[in-house]
């Protein structure tokens, strides 16, 4: 079994930063792809990053450039967001996915709150 706990979350005004962290426990494998998703109020969830086995990232084009992900030998993976923007305001979550042979397994953290506003 996998758990995730967020934290990191809060208010922040624009053009500030936060670092988001996202402590993994459980039976983690180096090949788990680690990754951030984010909800908007009315909105869909979306893959804000993700990182792979051998440090390979990938970034939704609308924070290329002002967040970076980051994971650490023990299994936390954390989100450095600079340069925040009122539309980056929403529910993060932390998220790993696993492949195995039958498909992909997936978990995720309880979400933290982001709000970006003067």
């Known amino acids: 079994q996998v758990q995730l706990v967020e934290s990191g979350g809060g208010l922040v005004q624009p053009g500030g930063s936060l670092r988001l962290s996202c402590a993994a426990s459980g039976s983690i494998f180096s090949s788990d792809i680690m990754g951030w998703y984010r909800q908007a109020p009315g909105k869909q969830r979306e893959l804000v990053a993700a990182?792979?086995?051998?440090?390979?990232t990938n970034y939704a084009d609308s924070v290329k450039g002002r967040f970076t992900i980051f994971r650490d030998a023990k299994n936390t993976v954390y989100l450095q967001m600079s340069r925040l923007k009122p539309e980056d305001t929403a529910v993060y979550y932390c998220?790993?996915?696993?492949?195995?042979?039958?498909?992909?397994?997936?978990?995720w953290g309880q979400g933290t709150q982001v709000t970006v506003s003067s």
């Open positions: 990182i792979e086995i051998g440090r390979v």
């Open positions: 998220n790993i996915r696993r492949p195995r042979i039958s498909g992909i397994d997936t978990y």
